[in-house]
Nanobody, 119 residues
Framework: QVQLVESGGGLVQPGGSLRLSCAAS????????MGWYRQAPGKQRELVAS???????NYVDSVKDRFTISRDYAKSAVYLQMNSLNSDDTAVYYC?????????????WGQGTQVTVSS
């Protein structure tokens, strides 16, 4: 059974940093795309950052130069280092793992971790 366990969220002051972690189990995640999404109250869930099996990364413009996504193949984990946080970053952050094949799309979500940026 595929399982994603997130950790690292919490309350941080503006300008501070947090590191989110997502530990995956249940399949061979080295061949999956991994990413972080977030959903703020009253807003749609949006992609924050993603990383392919080859290590190619992609970021939403609002977090470029502040957030860094990385993955540990040995631990089947993905991380999101968040620096220079501001109130707009307040949201529930979700880990997503996905893989598209000609026959079926695999998509798995974590349970979410709350990030609150406030003084």
């Amino acid at each position: 059974q595929v399982q994603l366990v997130e950790s690292g969220g919490g309350l941080v002051q503006p300008g501070g940093s947090l590191r989110l972690s997502c530990a995956a189990s249940g399949t061979i995640f080295s061949i999956y795309d991994m990413g972080w999404y977030r959903q703020a109250p009253g807003k749609q869930r949006e992609l924050v950052a993603s990383i392919t099996p080859s290590g190619r990364t992609n970021y939403v413009d609002s977090v470029k130069d502040r957030f860094t996504i990385s993955r540990d193949y040995a631990k089947s984990a993905v991380y999101l280092q968040m620096n220079s946080l501001n109130s707009d970053d307040t949201a529930v952050y979700y880990c997503k793992v996905s893989r598209t094949t000609p026959w079926v799309n695999y998509v798995y979500w974590g349970q979410g971790t709350q990030v609150t940026v406030s003084s």
